[in-house]
């Protein structure tokens, strides 16, 4: 590892202000991504600035329902807050899915958030890839790419988001506080990752030195009738292979509306907006499901190795609709 | 010498029994001393530097930069070896730091002491080798017959005191060992039924939990005392010899806390690296190896690629079988001679087959080198054979237990080999055993426990059940003529009033419990309870690899012959104070066959200690002929049945190993709490490389050196097991004992992927499975 300067921050401002002030300085929050990326080499901050004394690290139900969550709630604390475990299945579900005990002790929201891609060129800094280097290169298309997007990608970039949470919140429509250099201003989840087009290296739309300080997530009528399913190479402890966040409001076995978003498939949470579309207002049958999420999926460009994982999230989809219709019939 | 076959079980403590381990309570209360806690006052710290390229010419190296860190104390290259410039188990062709050509990625080429292991880490980081990048060859296919063929060796490696008689020094290039089987005429020979398949194993990963570790320190003789974890002291001082250009005596090793081993630490690591540092800086040095280092700083298990023909007449009697099996064994020798040895002798697996004809290559590749790991070569073999087994049943309207018990071996077989099976080979007993243990309820209703675990995937739609069978055969002990033999010393004296034994060997516990059993042997064979076991250390005769399933059987047989030795001169003292008669020694007490007890131990110890040390051997092998693979190799066999069921998400391609029953005969049941965990731990090993385990290696490169991108079981992922043990006594061996270790990983992969194809109705050809070879097949339905 390289040698780096280490600062806690007491309040949002300085730390904004510290890494604003220094190309390449860095927040650290719960550690448990960017310390492991420092040691490959692949992140190579010269400043870690701490944010976990910063008070951003209660979950508030305010009076609409909207739910809102500072940045440092640990992804332990979450899951076993009483208004996401009764209230939000679907994002407690995702968080008890990701990592294993030790680690979701550690992580927190704005790192979840912001965890890079488990991509093996990424990690492995004797390769070309152009998210790490632009221009040098995807040696993954080619390549070891069987836990890659078939969804979203680029032809400079196919590696997924690894995250569990993040697609929970997508399907949620949650805003992201956000404070930078010029005050503070909130965006919708959707438009925090970018996709990789030409620029890979370019993850996020938030500025150098921009904070994270929480979450909203405005209330959804049916939300407690959600659910998160994982698929991962072994029983716990695994990055998704695929995996889906739904919501489902059926009335008179007609969905009236769904909300529905993939993990593991794309280069971002992937909110599935032509199958939410496709769904609204036809009968809630395996039928439709299946339907729908192909419609999702005629986008799709899968390639050698990872081409299962066009069957493999539609059956998750057929088979976590299908059990939310089931409990509402 | 006289040894007696009486087991004398009353004194308490001794075999047959589960006496508390001595390391266990520190084990797991976290206190234990593991080869990583090694510290010493002022010892400096070394880092390896290692190639980042499968394969390229090392044009220089300038270790300028390095030096020039404030707190380095020295940076050597090849340059500074001051021996041997290669070392090998069986032929030394591997480089103790590279010099000219770099053959895998991960291979040392420079190491470094400073006074922190960070600063050792950074010097190494400033060494700038200049490399001319060649194109590796990484499909074992290419290695061996590819029109523009590239050989991954210039020179022939050198062979060494462990060659075996028949391995060839690889003189086509890239073949370190082509084994034939030719048994009846497999040729000629045609069947009413044949199937065919191809198969393939992926790379797996000893993946212990203690990292590459040991402190040398520099002696005043000019030689060097190393602590570390390894697997056999002596062999590793015997390499270490050469490569430091010290004899052997100045070589002084004693075994560190060994977390875990599988046959990882079987070839040297740091070894010779930090000695060489130590004896250039006059100080001590500690290496320990990160996790991702670990991954490149030991060998793996060897991927294979497996073409097998049964033939067989219309009941499913096996008339023939023909196989392929092809062993990638990585960029050197390492052992694959053995690996080879192993997978042609037992590639048919426990079977009477009149006609065989096998080939088995081992060959080099810019691939991480493999070699030893629990099982190896039968573990292979077993996937192939086990897998047709299944086929030909399916053929001729068998179940899968019947075509197994109508094939089976039993004592008296011939194996394809010549070799007669002189023991016990209860394998048709086994099936029946298993097929008889209850089957698991139905689908489970606990959601973790269903397929996708915690995941929540499913609460039983799309999910089958399956069961599946397989049998494996395991040689134990080195075989093929190797003079395998082991070496203790015992002593008996008075501490306080009480008579107390000592039992030394250089035999390494890695966790198996060797220690507990090395004493409770002492404790039977002796009639005294108080024993202690010294720790392990080249002051005493080699005790042999820890491997091969042998440490109980031929280092358990070395300390009883001590201790037969210790009791003749008792006896003697005996006859002399009690006058002439038989005795025997139980509980404390010396007891005359005639008049019982006549007096106690320590009486006979008043004249002062008894202490005799002896080598001991077992029976002599052959080695196998190069054309025909005959030859009486093996000095005992062990078989290990196992039932699995599972339940499969078949359109998520997720698998729950429900139960794992197994049946093994393990001769004699020497420490039952200890047979009961290796079954468990081989059987989960098994169980990792049916379902997840695989080291991926793209280019010749690795891609998922850690804990995090490796997948092992965790206990999510392990079901409870039926467990029966046999006890059928080997007549040739000390207790009637059989090797316990392996068996269990070798019958649990095949069993396991059986289950899953009769769950799901997919031809599975490959091990690990993954969610993929499910899902895309269940498309094609
Ligand atoms: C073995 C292992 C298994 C895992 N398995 C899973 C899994 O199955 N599913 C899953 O979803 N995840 C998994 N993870 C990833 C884990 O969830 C993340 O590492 C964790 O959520 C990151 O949170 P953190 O607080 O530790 O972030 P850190 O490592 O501290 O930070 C990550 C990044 O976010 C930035 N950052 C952090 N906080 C802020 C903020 N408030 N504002 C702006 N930038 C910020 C940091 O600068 C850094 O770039 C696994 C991780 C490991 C090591
Ligand atoms: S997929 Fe993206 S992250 Fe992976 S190698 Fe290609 S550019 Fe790099």
């Not at chain 1, 407690?92 to 005990?101: D, F, H, I, T, V």
């Not at chain 2, 052992?335 to 042609?344: C, D, E, I, L, R």
């Not at chain 2, 080099?364 to 049943?393: H, I, W």
Request: charged residues 20%.
């Amino acid at each position: 590892m390289r040698p780096f300067q280490f600062v806690r921050a007491d309040d949002a401002a300085t730390a904004v202000q510290t890494v604003t002030a220094n190309p390449k300085a860095k927040f650290l929050a719960g550690g448990t991504n960017l310390v492991d990326l420092m040691k490959l080499g692949v992140e190579r901050p010269d400043l870690l600035v701490d944010l976990t004394r910063l008070p951003f690290d209660s979950v508030d139900v305010e009076a609409d329902g909207t739910v809102r969550i500072g940045t440092n709630v640990r992804n332990s604390d979450l899951a076993a807050h009483p208004a996401v475990r009764n209230g939000l299945p679907l994002l407690s579900q995702a968080l008890l899915a990701g990592a294993s005990g030790q680690l979701r002790n550690m992580a927190t929201v704005g790192g979840n958030l912001l965890q890079r891609t488990r991509c093996v060129y990424f990690q492995d800094v004797t390769k070309p890839c152009n998210k790490r280097q632009p221009g040098s290169g995807c040696p993954a298309r080619q390549g070891d790419h069987r836990n890659l997007a078939i969804l979203g990608a680029s032809e400079a970039c196919i590696a997924t988001h690894p995250s569990d949470m993040a697609v929970a919140l997508a399907a949620l429509d949650a805003r992201v506080a956000v404070s930078g250099p010029d005050g503070d201003r909130e965006t919708p989840l959707a438009e925090l990752h970018a996709l990789p087009g030409e620029h890979p290296e370019q993850e996020t739309t938030l500025r150098h030195g921009e904070l994270i300080t929480g979450i909203a997530v405005p209330p959804l009528a049916y939300a407690e009738r959600s659910a998160y399913r994982k698929v991962r190479d072994r029983a716990s402890y695994a990055f998704a292979v695929a995996s889906v966040a739904a919501a489902l409001d059926v009335e008179d076995g007609v969905v009236r509306d769904v909300r529905l978003a993939f993990g593991a498939v794309a280069p971002k949470p992937w909110r599935a907006h032509a199958a939410e579309d496709a769904l609204r207002g036809r009968p809630a049958t395996a039928a439709s499901f299946r339907a729908a999420a192909e419609a999702e999926l005629a986008a799709a460009e899968p390639l050698r190795d990872n081409a299962f994982k066009v069957p493999l999230i539609t059956n998750v989809v057929v088979r976590t609709l299908s059990d939310l219709a089931g409990e509402t019939s | 010498m006289t040894v007696s076959t009486e087991v004398r079980n009353r004194t308490a403590g001794g075999i047959g029994e589960s006496p508390v381990r001595p390391d266990g309570t520190f084990k797991v209360t976290g206190q234990f001393a593991y080869s990583s806690d090694l510290w010493m006052d002022g010892m400096l710290w070394g880092a390896t530097l290692r190639s980042p390229h499968p394969r390229a010419r090392i044009t220089s190296i300038d270790v300028g930069p390095a030096l020039k860190l404030a707190g380095v104390s020295a940076v050597l290259t090849h340059d500074d070896v001051p021996g041997e410039k290669v070392y090998g188990l069986e032929i030394a062709d591997q480089p103790v730091l590279a010099f000219d050509e770099v053959r895998y990625q991960g291979e040392p080429v420079v190491i470094v002491a400073a006074d922190h292991p960070e600063t050792a880490r950074r010097a190494a980081a400033l060494v700038v080798v200049d490399y001319e990048v060649v194109e590796p060859v990484t499909d074992p296919r290419e290695a061996v017959g590819h029109p523009d063929w590239k050989p991954v060796h210039d020179e022939p490696g050198e062979r060494t005191a462990m060659s075996r008689d028949r391995a060839p020094v690889h003189p086509h290039g890239n073949i370190v060992r082509h084994q034939r089987i030719r048994f009846g005429d497999p040729d000629a020979v045609t069947a009413d039924v044949v199937v065919q398949g191809d198969y393939e194993v992926g790379m797996q990963d000893q993946a212990f939990l203690g990292p590459e570790s040991g402190l040398a320190v520099p002696a005043d003789d000019g030689g060097v005392d190393l602590y570390v974890a390894t697997q056999w002291l002596h062999v590793d001082r015997r390499q270490m010899s050469g490569a430091l250009a010290l004899p052997e005596e100045k070589i002084r090793l004693t075994l560190a806390g060994v977390g875990g081993a599988f046959g990882a630490r079987e070839d040297l690591s740091m070894q010779v690296h930090a000695c060489m540092l130590a004896l250039r800086t006059g100080r001590p040095v500690k290496m320990v190896y990160s996790r991702e280092e670990s991954f490149f700083g030991h060998v793996h298990r060897h991927p294979a690629l497996m073409r097998y023909e049964h033939g067989a007449d219309r009941d499913g009697r096996l008339v023939y079988v023909r196989a392929h099996i092809l062993l990638d064994g990585g960029a050197y020798t390492s052992s694959t001679p053995a690996v080879v040895g192993n997978a042609s002798t037992l590639g048919v697996g426990p079977y009477d087959v009149p006609n065989v004809g096998m080939d088995c290559w081992g060959v080099y590749t810019n691939n991480p080198p493999c070699g030893a790991m629990r099982g190896f070569g039968a573990v292979q073999a077993a996937f192939g054979y086990e897998s047709q087994m299944d086929k030909l049943a399916a053929a001729v309207g068998l179940s899968p237990v019947e075509i197994r018990t109508l094939n089976a071996v039993s004592e008296g077989s011939i194996l394809p080999t010549g070799q007669r099976i002189d023991s016990p080979a209860p394998v048709a007993e086994l099936m029946h055993r298993l097929d008889a243990m209850p089957l698991p309820g139905s689908v489970d209703q606990d959601i973790r426990l269903l397929p996708g675990g915690v995941s929540n995937t499913t609460h039983g739609e799309g999910v089958r059940r399956g069961v599946g069978y397989a049998v494996g055969i395991k040689n134990v002990g080195f075989s093929e003529g190797f003079d395998d033999y082991s070496t203790a010393r015992v002593r008996i004296e008075l501490v306080g009033d009480e008579p107390s034994v000592l039992v030394h060997t250089a035999a390494v516990e890695v966790g198996q419990g060797l220690v507990t059993v090395q004493a409770q042997i002492a404790r039977s064979e002796l009639g005294v309870e108080r024993v202690t076991v010294a720790a392990a250390d080249t002051q005493v005769g080699s005790g042999g690899s820890t491997s091969a399933s042998r440490q109980t059987y031929v280092t358990g047989g070395a300390v009883r012959a001590g201790c037969a030795a210790v009791r003749s001169s008792l006896f003697e003292r005996a006859a002399a104070r009690y006058g002439p008669g038989e005795f025997r020694l139980v509980a404390g007490k010396v007891e005359s066959l005639v008049d019982g007890v006549v007096g106690d131990i320590a009486s006979l110890l008043l004249d002062g200690p008894v202490e005799h040390t002896v080598q001991w051997r077992h029976r002599p092998t052959q080695p196998l002929d190069e054309a025909t693979g005959r030859g009486n190799a093996h000095v005992q066999w062990a078989f290990c049945a196992h039932r699995a069921v599972v339940d499969v998400d078949v359109e998520l391609g997720l698998i729950r190993v429900v139960e794992l029953a197994c049946v093994q005969d393990v001769g004699k049941a020497m420490n039952p709490d200890a047979v009961l965990g290796q079954i468990h731990g081989g059987s989960a090993q098994g169980l990792g490389l049916a379902v997840m385990e695989e080291v991926q290696v793209v280019d010749g490169k690795l891609r998922n050196p850690s804990f995090t991108d490796y997948l092992m079981p965790t206990i999510m992922d392990m079901p409870p097991m039926r467990v029966e043990v046999l006890e059928l006594a080997d007549p040739h061996s000390p207790y009637g004992l059989r090797g316990v270790g392996e068996p269990p990983t070798i019958s649990s992969t095949p069993a396991i992927v059986a289950a899953v194809r009769a769950a799901s109705g997919v031809d599975l050809k490959r091990v690990p499975i993954r969610p993929e070879h499910l899902v895309a097949a269940a498309l094609c339905h």
